[in-house]
């Protein structure tokens, strides 16, 4: 068995410093010693993107990475999006265009969305549908989280025009 090591990392603004069997996974750190629930686990192969976090800025599989990786990053899960009196802006629309559903896949879904907002222009619905295509959800279909997701972005360039 292998001693445990400290790492430090920031979880949603907040500054950690923890001791870690070097075998445990991030959703479970986060989920178990956090207690940042919100980060669901589903398939534990990176296929369903329930677990989906930011690290350093990039939407990552916490159910894939080791928490020791993680020694030094920043890390944001959905609880860090918004609160229950205040969502975000992407998390109220959710809401607006019932792209929630069972729930179970809407923290993945929201931390891919929020990575995807920022780092890509979605001037379609099929750029929304492209980005969320490593994300599987059971109930909605995906059209109510497209719609979510175009209410935040603005309209859609369905002609492929630059905004």
């Not at 445990?24 to 329930?50: N, P, Q, S």
């Not at 990053?73 to 998390?91: A, D, H, M, S």
């Not at 929201?110 to 001037?123: F, G, H, S, V």
Request: aromatic residues 4%.
């Amino acid at each position: 068995m292998t001693a445990p090591r400290t790492i430090k990392l920031t979880v949603n603004g907040t500054a950690y410093e923890k001791a870690v069997e070097p075998r445990l996974l991030l959703a479970d750190f986060l989920r178990h010693t956090l207690g940042l629930t919100g980060t669901h686990v589903g398939c534990e192969h990176g296929v369903c993107g329930a677990c989906t976090v930011m690290v350093d800025g990039d939407s990552m599989r916490s159910c894939l990475l080791f928490a020791v990786q993680l020694d030094g990053c920043g890390i944001e899960t959905v609880e860090g999006l918004g609160t229950l009196r205040k969502l975000n802006p992407l998390q109220e629309a959710f809401r607006e265009h019932g792209a929630l559903q069972c729930g179970f896949c809407t923290p993945g879904m929201l931390m891919t969305a929020t990575d995807l907002i920022r780092k890509y222009p979605l001037a379609t619905d099929a750029d929304i549908r492209e980005g969320l295509s490593g994300n599987l959800c059971r109930c909605t279909g995906y059209e109510h989280i497209v719609r979510a997701i175009r209410a935040v972005v603005g309209p859609s360039r369905e002609d492929g025009s630059m905004r």
